[in-house]
């Protein structure tokens, strides 16, 4: 069944309508012939989540039938206003769903279903209805592609749901990092549920998210050098060469493993909402890491001198088990990244602390696959943090996006049910960023969807009749790739790793990819805006090709170059990042008008 005249800001296409809905020609209604029939009930004692569900729900049927769906708290609700829609743990629906069977759904699992002309939309209390609703919408056609763009179906008929459809999510935890200009409505219709300290929270007021304090790198704002150094320099990590450094930790040391547990404790008494993951974790670049006789001992009786991981697991399962007597909700969660990848020997975890495993997950790599099946003999609750991009060139042209959507249901093969993946971070603005975001929330919701029907689904609605251009740019990038045994990867450490499969072969077969996905959309401003954001990789890899390598804020052009054609390409790519307010080219390098190699190639 298809919907001709879906309103999409502005635009039209055609969408096809899910399973959810589709025998509407038999179904009960919400709305019909464009006038509501049925009323929204929410429990008396309705969680934030529910109402929040209800809110959702009737703003979103106004925007597709324009009918206005009244909405009753039980007490207030008599069958003789007609069919219900129930949003939550409502008495009406306890004669379906069991409390037993509510808890099975934890805050994110959901049923839909319809008894006699009526709508349920039950599940966890936080977020479980909130999802259920978001579900029903998708089936009508809605699709929130990113943060500023969204398509609503133009219809006459809001069907009730056709039929039941269970779902908990296999991965408790999903968390991303896409600097995809997120806004917090956008990660819950996203079903982004984590958070890790950098951005936004999703309020209780729409359902709350899993909160993390502090960041994924803690012990040196746990335990600050300044005053602890002078005061405690016991506390510190003893070097190679014998002396103490400010910026690292003893982790055996008795009176810090004291001083970090109060710090944790106190820090939980005093924020607010309700914590559920505390990071206590390495400081990143280096090792953080002592050679003092106590910690070498203590590697030693579990693994080797090198086993760094004994250290840090030792650490943390010490202060969870302290912590949890007064937060027994409360994980301690802590990385096993660089120098602690590889878990120690003879060693359980404490059953709240949370290790993070970090690297390029997928299912190319067997190593990895080795390395989270060690941890999860040693650890209870295992999460695996990925890398989407690379932060080291924000719009290289990086054609992974089937790796990057198997990520997900790779972690969940391999027995992980928290997924964290770091795609571009800070800023806003990257390659194809808006199609990487939709598509590794969409993964981490529901491992089991088909990563190329996601991919066609948002290009065919977020770029309209050039969306088939999109994925053959893509198809075409990532077989070429393969064919000449190129390596992708995200460079970190290393600038100029784009070079190995930025090539003029690969930049000029892109261009007439582009060309014709340009001109599909020219007479449509909104599609024509974001065929414009995805072109950006395009211009950035065929305009570095003619730079010299290592000229920084200059431009030296390449002996060769139609150096009048770049720099045409060069103003582009600055119009169209200043079009979309897009502010970075690297984690480390913000761009600014006039001071960054591209607009530098710009100048006449």
């Known amino acids: 069944m298809t919907y001709p005249g879906i309103f999409v800001m502005g635009a039209f296409v055609i969408l096809a309508a899910a399973a959810l809905t589709a025998n509407a020609d038999s179904a009960s209604f919400m709305v019909k012939s464009g006038k509501a029939v049925a009323i929204i009930v929410i429990p008396d004692d309705a969680t934030s989540g529910e109402k929040y569900a209800a809110q959702e729900l009737r703003d979103h049927i106004r925007k597709i039938t324009g009918a206005e769906l009244s909405l009753s708290s039980e007490k207030l609700y008599s069958r003789e206003n007609g069919p219900f829609i129930s949003i939550g743990r409502t008495d009406l629906s306890r004669k379906y769903v069991s409390d037993e069977q509510l808890k099975t759904m934890g805050d994110d699992g959901y049923h839909i279903f319809c008894k006699d002309g009526n709508a349920f939309f039950i599940g966890g209390r936080r977020r479980g209805a909130i999802y259920a609703v978001y579900e029903y919408l998708e089936s009508l056609g809605v699709r929130w592609y990113s943060p500023d763009y969204t398509v609503i179906p133009r219809l006459s008929n809001a069907p009730m749901p056709s039929?039941?459809?269970?779902?908990?999510?296999?991965?408790?935890?999903?968390?991303?990092?896409?600097?995809?200009?997120?806004?917090?409505?956008?990660l819950a219709r996203a079903r982004v549920n984590g958070n890790i300290g950098q951005f936004p929270e999703i309020p209780e007021s729409m359902g709350g998210c899993i909160k993390a304090m502090h960041s994924c790198h803690s012990y040196s704002t746990?335990?600050?050098?300044?005053?602890?150094?002078?005061?405690?320099?016991?506390?510190?990590?003893?070097?190679?060469?014998?002396?103490?450094?400010?910026?690292?930790l003893c982790l055996t040391n008795p009176d810090l493993r004291d001083f970090m547990t109060s710090r944790v404790l106190s820090d939980l008494k005093n924020c607010s909402g309700k914590v559920e993951n505390f990071w206590v974790s390495q400081n990143d670049g280096g090792m953080s890491a002592c050679f003092c006789e106590k910690c070498t001992a203590e590697r030693i009786a579990h693994g080797g001198k090198d086993k760094w991981s004994a250290n840090t697991?030792?650490?943390v399962s010490d202060v969870a088990e302290r912590v949890k007597k007064e937060y027994p909700g409360v994980r301690i969660k802590t990385l096993a990244y660089n120098y602690t990848k590889e878990p120690p020997?003879?060693?359980?975890?404490?059953?709240?602390v949370l290790v993070e495993i970090c690297g390029n997950f997928g299912p190319k790599n067997d190593d990895h696959e080795k390395i989270v099946k060690k941890w999860s003999a040693i650890a209870k609750n295992i999460s695996v943090y990925t890398y989407g991009g690379s932060n080291y060139g924000y719009f290289w042209p990086f054609p992974n996006l089937y790796e990057l959507g198997m990520q997900a249901p790779w972690a969940l093969q391999n027995g992980v049910t928290a997924f964290y993946v770091q795609g571009t971070a800070l800023g806003k603005g990257s390659g194809l960023i808006d199609l990487r975001a939709w598509l590794t929330a969409r993964m981490m919701w529901d491992p089991s969807?088909?990563?190329?029907?996601?991919?066609?689904?948002?290009?065919?609605?977020?770029?309209?009749?050039?969306?088939?251009?999109?994925?053959?740019?893509?198809?075409?990038?990532?077989?070429?790739?393969?064919?000449?045994?190129?390596?992708?990867?995200?460079?970190?450490?290393?600038?100029?790793?784009?070079?190995?499969w930025v090539t003029k072969d690969a930049?000029?077969?892109?261009?007439?990819?582009?060309?014709?996905?340009?001109?599909?959309?020219?007479?449509?401003?909104v599609y024509l805006r974001h065929v414009r954001r995805a072109y950006l990789e395009v211009l950035w890899g065929e305009i570095m090709l003619t730079l010299k390598p290592g000229t920084e804020n200059k431009a030296e052009f390449l002996p060769g170059t139609d150096v009048p054609a770049i720099r045409e390409k060069a103003n582009l790519f600055g119009e169209i990042m200043r079009e979309n307010g897009y502010d970075h080219l690297a984690e480390w390098l913000i761009y600014k008008r006039g001071e960054n190699q591209i607009d530098a190639a710009a100048q006449e």
């Open 163 to 186: 039929h039941l459809i269970e779902y908990t999510p296999k991965l408790w935890y999903r968390c991303q990092w896409w600097n995809n200009g997120f806004t917090v409505e956008w």
């Open 222 to 248: 746990l335990v600050p050098a300044d005053p602890n150094f002078a005061q405690h320099p016991e506390w510190f990590a003893i070097k190679e060469d014998g002396k103490r450094s400010p910026h690292e």
């Open 345 to 352: 020997e003879n060693m359980k975890a404490s059953d709240t």
């Open 507 to 525: 930049m000029d077969r892109a261009e007439d990819i582009f060309h014709n996905a340009l001109e599909a959309v020219k007479r449509d401003p």
């Open 313 to 315: 697991i030792s650490f």
């Open 449 to 500: 969807r088909d990563v190329k029907r996601e991919i066609r689904d948002f290009c065919d609605g977020f770029y309209g009749p050039a969306g088939k251009y999109i994925v053959e740019y893509h198809d075409w990038y990532a077989d070429y790739i393969k064919r000449n045994n190129l390596e992708l990867y995200t460079g970190w450490g290393d600038g100029e790793a784009w070079r190995v």
